[in-house]
């Protein structure tokens, strides 16, 4: 019988790892610094701590985040990005950008978006 399937779309691929409400702003928190599953928390207002352990742990499978354990009392687990998640921060600053002209009305200037 012929393969008759379809080859996946990149951009429906990519979207699939880093989509929904929060992946996103936990990458974006995490470009700041490495953070506490806690910081994370206090600092995503309106996430739930059951969604956030699930995104942590799915961003930790597809290889955008590392998770850190420390052995110590009491133990301590960090998180932080890996290259490949830091390969985004241009395209979410653009994306901020852009939602910045959707809220306000106002275009950012192309220095703005160039930096």
Request: hydrophobic letters at 40%.
């Amino acid at each position: 019988m012929e393969d008759c399937s379809i080859p996946p779309c990149p951009l429906t691929e990519a979207l699939i790892v880093i989509g929904g409400k929060w992946k996103a702003i936990i990458i974006y928190q995490l470009s700041k610094s490495d953070k506490r599953f806690g910081q994370l928390d206090f600092a995503i207002p309106g996430i739930s701590r059951k969604v956030l352990t699930s995104h942590l742990n799915e961003l930790v499978n597809d290889n955008l985040i590392i998770r850190q354990s420390f052995k110590e009392t009491p133990p301590r687990v960090e998180y932080r990005l890996t290259e490949k998640a830091r390969e985004l921060i241009p395209i979410f600053t653009q994306l901020y950008l852009w939602g910045e002209y959707l809220v306000d009305g106002t275009e950012a200037s192309n220095e703005m978006i160039e930096n």
